[in-house]
């Protein structure tokens, strides 16, 4: 088996025992950190903020891939086992399977003590107003979540990963973390993230597809429904204004039998969107459990075509 698909293999095991410790300073912070900083120079600079877009967006990624190079260049130096070690290393930070289930089982316990530690919880991990959500919509809201982060959190980075180890793995992080911070369409950060916005999209344009077909194939394995998941994701596929996020959150609800999407406050403003699913029964607390099924069953066959495809290597 490549040593780099050995690596990703433990890095993946690593976040499966340890997950995102609260004593480590994740590389996703010093990320953000920098984004930070070259968002304000940028402004502060004057000029065409789209233009200035593309230089935040490719900074930021040549970056941090190069110094994921630097940092493998020196293990290399090291030896073949430091190396090893580093690079599972690396992995196991850019994967994010154990932290979204924990977010999710917390908000599912926050429920059991009543709705305004919920609405607390949940803020957490959503975008959308929360201080007047219902307990079924802070289900659903918890649903999506993990369905669209199985995404962009677990299946893109292993894909990443496998295609081009820890720096493509870690260049696809510091583009997601763009989007999360600046890819947004209002007036704010329209001009200043269109450019990370649509690099987040292309990246995340197959993985999104093989996150769907991967979670109806784990909702088989999990006893949940897979036959109308598959169904759910090839009608609703497209109810989405990203043209991803719908993909694996299709598969949830259709393996849950529970509807998603609909009208949601940001910022105090309703927002439309398209439903997903079909409203067969009410969310309930037990989905969010269910739904880290998926999550968990997803990333584990993503990890099967991994360790199949260094075996054939």
Known sequence: MRLGIAALIAGYVLDLLLGDPEWLYHPVRLIGKYISFAEKRLRK?????????????GSTTLLT???????LLLLQLAGRVPLFIGMALMDWMGIAVTCMAKEARDVGKALKKGIEPA????????GRDTGNLSEEEIIKATVETVAENTTDGVISPILYALIGGPVLLWGYKAVNTLDSMVGYMDEKYRDIGWSSAKLD????????????LLMTCAAFLTGLDGKNAWRIVRRDHANHK????????AAAAGA????????????G??????????ADRPAEEADIRRVNLLLYGTSFLMMLIAAATGLIG
Do not use: C
Request: aromatic content about 6%; charged content about 20%; glycine content about 8%.
């Open 119 to 126: 609405r607390k919880q949940v803020a957490r991990i959503v």
């Open 201 to 212: 999209d292309l990246l995340n344009y197959l993985p999104a597809r093989l996150t769907a």
């Open 256 to 267: 849950l039998h529970i509807r998603l999407g609909g009208t949601h406050l940001y910022f």
């Open 45 to 57: 600079r004057g000029g065409n903020l789209r233009r200035s877009a593309l230089i935040l967006t």
């Open 242 to 249: 990203s043209p991803n996020s719908a993909w694996s959150e």
């Open 269 to 278: 403003k309703p927002v439309e969107k398209p439903t997903i699913g079909d």
């Open 65 to 71: 891939m190069a110094a994921a190079v630097l940092i």
